[in-house]
């Protein structure tokens, strides 16, 4: 056990000693324990997943940033727990929402391992071929976590980002999701709601719809209107923001016409400085509308859903959105729900986006299908002592590129493929956590031996839905 380990370890048992005296509520379940029955008398929370969109790991003042205010997400760390070896499971939009809503490595599910692009255009190849059959999306007979909190009786909305598929077979009301409202591709001007190729992009429910107003408001106030409705049982409320995700447009750059095409306001990496930090402030306070909303038995989690662009400050890891490098996944996270979490905790052990599937789906005595098998852990139990012992992969390819990276203890392995040309990097993040001495050289036997994890884990996990016009969940 490295020294790094030993001392996470540590802090975390010693906060879970709060943590199990705190969490003398509703206990979370066991598999054996899991019911699909409603229950109405049940005390089980109310479940909150904000998501922001490409911000930094550096871009919160919780997380060091000095020139943007972020005084709610702020506060939300300080009354709860601020994780900071939490990573995204992919290193650009749609992946990681995949797995979030899935509960799995995204590889499973098939032209999901990159972002689809804007129009619905795939990237890959598998993307690419999936397109061509108006198949690129996440299919409706894959499990996901709304579907399976509905079953186990909650009440599920969506509102925000999707792009999770342009199809209308994709459409987040047939995933379970009883209230929706929606962008439905990766970025769009946050006043017309049209993308940088003229689609159109706001929906409810499958439908287009006209609204009136900044994005990033307008989905907090479906939000808060919701949270303040009447509910006859617990809900799970899914809050993808866009913000900071290009275009970069102020809550009071309201133009009368859509964003011309060729803005450079479009191009990500580029966000002008007081821009970038107006969009991410108001995001922050809007999120303080939500906090200020929710009664004591809520679960509200933030994270971002990759790594920050060049617009971002990633600080103090290298890379950026895209890469598996530190900053290309490695995000901010805050969890909150006083009495049950012990304020001013700061975990260091590492998790995953699809941890939290799996935490919010046991808080709601929630099942999956049998072949279904939730991969993360539950984030609760981190913070409670345990330490998983487990290696956390990432793969994402685009065009005849891919990155992978593979993180066991503090060893970790990176690949950045482009065609035939192909970089490898191993690092100790135990005293290298900006990735910036390659050991490679140093330590072969090491490096193998991760290569050979990757190499094990990409062969036994990574599938394509060629050949399968049905999508199944995987029986490994
Ligand atoms: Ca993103």
């Known amino acids: 056990m490295s020294q790094n380990r030993i001392r996470s370890r540590i802090v975390c048992i010693v906060l879970g000693i709060a943590m199990q005296v705190i969490l003398d509520g509703p206990t979370p379940s066991t598999a054996a324990d899991k019911t699909t029955d409603i229950d109405p008398t049940?005390?089980?929370?109310?479940?909150?997943?904000?998501?922001?969109?490409?911000?930094?790991?550096?871009?919160?003042?919780?997380?060091?940033?000095?020139?943007?205010?972020?005084?709610?997400?702020?506060?939300?760390?300080?009354?709860?727990?601020?994780?900071?070896?939490?990573?995204?499971?992919?290193?650009?939009?749609?992946?990681?929402?995949?797995?979030?809503?899935?509960?799995?490595?995204?590889?499973?599910?098939?032209?999901?391992e990159c972002a689809i692009g804007t129009g619905n255009v795939g990237r890959y190849d598998d993307a690419i071929r999936l397109r061509e059959t108006h198949d690129l999306g996440l299919p409706v007979s894959v499990p996901t976590l709304p579907a399976q909190l509905k079953s186990a009786g909650y009440e599920t909305a969506i509102f925000g980002k999707?792009?999770?598929?342009?199809?209308?077979?994709?459409?987040?009301?047939?995933?379970?999701?009883?209230?929706?409202?929606?962008?439905?591709?990766?970025?769009m001007d946050y006043f017309h709601y049209t993308d940088n190729v003229a689609g159109y992009n706001l929906f409810r429910d499958g439908k287009p719809i006209r609204d009136e107003g900044y994005f990033t408001d307008l989905i907090t106030d479906e939000a808060v209107k919701f949270i303040n409705g009447k509910h006859e049982r617990p809900y799970f409320l899914y809050l993808p923001y866009t913000c900071p995700h290009s275009p970069f447009q102020g809550p009071d750059d309201r133009q009368t016409h859509p964003l011309p095409l060729d803005s450079p306001l479009w191009k990500q990496g580029s966000a002008p400085p007081d821009i970038y930090r107006a969009m991410i402030q108001r995001m922050d306070q809007q999120i303080g509308r939500v906090l200020d909303s929710v009664d004591a038995n809520t679960l509200v989690i933030f994270a971002s859903d990759n790594g920050g662009t060049?617009?971002?400050?990633?600080?103090?890891?290298?890379?950026?959105?895209?890469?598996?490098?530190?900053?290309?996944?490695?995000?901010?996270?805050?969890?909150?729900?006083?009495?049950?979490?012990?304020?001013?905790?700061?975990?260091?052990?590492?998790?995953?986006?699809?941890?939290?599937?799996?935490?919010?789906?046991?808080?709601?005595?929630?099942?999956?299908?049998?072949?279904?098998?939730?991969?993360?852990?539950?984030?609760?139990?981190?913070?409670?002592?345990?330490?998983?012992?487990?290696?956390?992969?990432?793969?994402?390819?685009?065009?005849?590129?891919?990155?992978?990276?593979?993180?066991?203890?503090?060893?970790k392995y990176v690949v950045d493929r482009r065609g035939?040309?192909?970089?490898?990097?191993?690092?100790?993040?135990?005293?290298?956590?900006?990735?910036?001495?390659?050991?490679?050289?140093?330590?072969?036997?090491?490096?193998?031996?991760?290569?050979?994890?990757?190499?094990?884990?990409?062969?036994?996990?990574?599938?394509?839905?060629?050949?399968?016009?049905?999508?199944?969940?995987?029986?490994?």
Not at 395 to 408: H, L, T
């Open 42 to 112: 049940s005390d089980r929370p109310n479940l909150i997943f904000v998501l922001a969109d490409d911000l930094g790991y550096g871009d919160l003042g919780c997380y060091g940033r000095k020139d943007i205010q972020t005084p709610r997400l702020d506060q939300m760390a300080a009354d709860g727990v601020r994780f900071t070896a939490h990573y995204a499971n992919g290193a650009e939009c749609s992946p990681t929402r995949a797995a979030f809503l899935t509960g799995r490595y995204q590889q499973w599910i098939g032209g999901l």
């Open 162 to 187: 999707w792009h999770l598929g342009y199809e209308p077979k994709f459409a987040p009301h047939l995933h379970g999701f009883d209230h929706t409202y929606y962008c439905i591709g990766g970025e």
């Open 310 to 411: 060049k617009s971002a400050r990633n600080d103090p890891y290298r890379g950026i959105k895209g890469s598996t490098f530190e900053g290309g996944i490695r995000v901010p996270a805050i969890a909150y729900w006083p009495g049950k979490i012990a304020a001013g905790t700061v975990c260091d052990v590492p998790t995953l986006t699809f941890d939290w599937t799996r935490t919010l789906a046991d808080l709601a005595n929630a099942s999956f299908p049998g072949p279904h098998r939730l991969e993360g852990v539950n984030v609760l139990d981190i913070l409670n002592g345990e330490h998983p012992d487990r290696v956390l992969y990432w793969r994402k390819p685009r065009g005849e590129s891919i990155w992978k990276g593979v993180r066991d203890g503090d060893w």
């Open 420 to 476: 035939e040309r192909e970089k490898v990097y191993l690092f100790n993040l135990a005293v290298d956590e900006s990735e910036s001495h390659n050991l490679i050289e140093q330590h072969p036997d090491t490096a193998k031996r991760l290569r050979a994890m990757y190499d094990s884990w990409e062969s036994t996990t990574r599938r394509d839905r060629r050949g399968r016009p049905q999508w199944t969940s995987p029986s490994d």
